[in-house]
């Protein structure tokens, strides 16, 4: 059996530094607005024939992610960037030419290079930062394909040094939460289950002062939490519930909690998903992936905020003591559910874990992450949203504002009280999947959570469609995005954190 070893230095070996100083190497990357004046925006560069052959070649117009490389008199590689319209430039396009300069100078096959980018150093540094993921520990040969970007400095101003320093540092604490969060959402399902995913999350963060605890199937029972366990049945990896504290603050705050599904494989049970893709039923936990990370990030900028992290691990297998559509469990809230659908299993862990959230730390609010429905991709598409359900607007809304700020973006839906009607079980107090035509299966999901939610501030993200990209993006590699957790960071920082 494979061992599960994550280390952030597994995942990045770039060495990346915010300097004033030009450093020695043979490439530089400078950036270029469309209709910019050339001179003013390579000036840096103190080269006259640089600047000529650039206004020579017709093709390129500074629009954003264009590149066009050329030769010094000095004999240095320059790369211009085109950065698009000024008008149009932000914290996310900095980002994002961040991550498209590292790409374009891994397929050039250069190891060393300077940046100069107007705007934030910071940003730029964390979006090649945020590209520069790898994922090859099982492999056995090096891809001669693939040239890793060594170091890059990027370019600050005297006067934005010291800020540009910080901020990347802070930056980059979160970076590592996405990273841990993309590594464990992409570990093959005979690596990461149950019992090894728990001992990893003890050895990533219990180094960083976070408080870990982990319940067994012997105190599940104890607890009366029938609709986790029901789930776990029918696999030979035992259920685990791992709690995460982060004490940021002082004891008398109220903690804010994320909650996270964490079906480390899912094969849909008895009730059995088709065979074609069901590889990709690795990234069911995707949900407690984000919450990790989250909580790595919180520890690791060492927030002013008490956070508690709990995630729901189990394995959804079929064999011959597996859970049956039409199965009745109880949970831990006491209520009954009539399971019709033994692929609808990410609600019912998620039915305890909410359950045990609430009860035992009372939070100031209570969101949920979790790869629940294919009906969110229907309804949004892959990519682009991920979709948001609450009891309170208030949250909702600081919610969709963070999530605008950082690009991961949400769209919130409907929730009433019939909907709600419509998973009443006949013979059970709820059902866990609604009649056939009732449609909105990603509301009736929520719903369902909702039942099991008292008074407590909370929210429910589908992040089913964002959880991986096929292509990849400016700043994430094809694979697992670790979605979420720049999103709750902003939460936190700019909503939750004492002083704010």
């Known amino acids: 059996m494979c061992s599960l070893q994550l280390f952030a230095t597994e995942m990045s070996t770039m060495k990346i530094t915010i300097s004033k100083a030009l450093p020695d190497f043979e490439t530089l990357v400078v950036g270029l607005f469309e209709s910019d004046e050339f001179i003013s925006n390579v000036k840096v560069l103190q080269d006259k ?20 490389s050329i030769t010094s008199s000095e004999g240095k590689n320059v790369i211009v960037a085109g950065l698009g319209k000024r008008d149009e430039w932000d914290e996310n396009k900095e980002l994002n030419i961040g991550g498209k300069i590292y790409y374009e100078l891994s397929r050039l096959k250069i190891k060393q290079a300077a940046i100069s980018i107007e705007g934030n150093a910071a940003n730029v540094a964390y979006g090649a930062f945020l590209r520069s993921f790898k994922f090859d520990k099982y492999k056995t040969k090096k891809d001669e394909k693939i040239t890793e970007v060594e170091e890059i400095t990027v370019l600050a101003k005297d006067e934005q040094l010291s800020s ?30 149950p019992e090894s995913y728990a ?58 909690a994320f909650v996270g599904k964490g079906i ?20 069911d936990m995707a949900g407690s992936a984000t919450v990790v990370g989250v909580m790595r990030t919180l520890a690791g900028r060492k927030a002013k905020v008490n956070a508690i992290g709990v995630v729901a691990l189990a394995e959804n297998a079929v064999d011959g003591n597996a859970q049956r559509p039409s199965d009745v ?22 039915a305890d874990a909410l359950w045990y959230t609430q009860d035992r730390f009372s939070p100031k609010f209570m969101i949920d992450l979790a790869t629940l429905t294919g009906a969110i991709v229907v309804a949004l598409g892959n990519n682009e949203y991920a979709g948001l359900f609450s009891n309170n607007d208030e949250l909702a809304n600081h919610l969709i504002d963070s999530g605008n700020e950082v690009n991961e973006k949400l ?21 866990n999947i609604a009649p056939a035509g009732s449609g909105g299966d990603s ?48 939460l936190v920082e700019k909503y939750y954190e004492i002083n704010n």
């Open 49 to 68: 024939q640089i600047i000529e052959s650039i206004k020579r070649f017709s093709d390129f117009n500074g629009g954003f992610g264009e590149f066009f």
């Open 164 to 193: 540009a320093e910080k901020s990347f540092e802070r930056l980059r604490q979160e970076g590592e939460g996405i990273f841990l969060a993309r590594a464990l959402t992409t570990e093959p399902p005979n690596v990461l289950y």
């Open 199 to 256: 001992d990893q999350i003890k050895t990533e963060l219990t180094k960083l002062g976070l408080e870990i605890e982990v319940l067994g199937k012997k105190q599940m029972e104890e607890k009366k939490m029938g609709a986790l366990l029901g789930v776990a049945q029918g696999s030979s990896k035992e259920p685990k519930l791992v709690v995460i504290k982060w004490n940021g603050a002082s004891k008398e705050q109220k903690p804010v």
């Open 264 to 283: 480390t494989f899912d094969t849909g049970g008895v009730s059995l998903k088709p065979s074609r893709g069901m590889e990709s039923m690795k990234y």
């Open 329 to 350: 469990v109880t949970s831990m809230s006491g209520q009954t559910i009539e399971v019709l659908n033994t692929d609808a299993e990410g609600r019912l862990i998620l």
């Open 411 to 431: 769209w919130r839906f409907p929730m009433n009280e019939t909907y709600n009607k419509i998973i009443d079980s006949p013979i059970a107090d709820v059902q």
């Open 443 to 490: 509301i009736m999901a929520a719903q369902f959570l909702q039942r099991f939610v008292n008074d407590t501030c909370w929210a429910h993200l589908d992040i089913a469609g964002t959880a991986w990209h096929e292509k990849g993006t400016d700043i994430s590699p094809r694979g697992a995005v670790g979605f979420g957790v720049r999103l709750l960071n902003k």
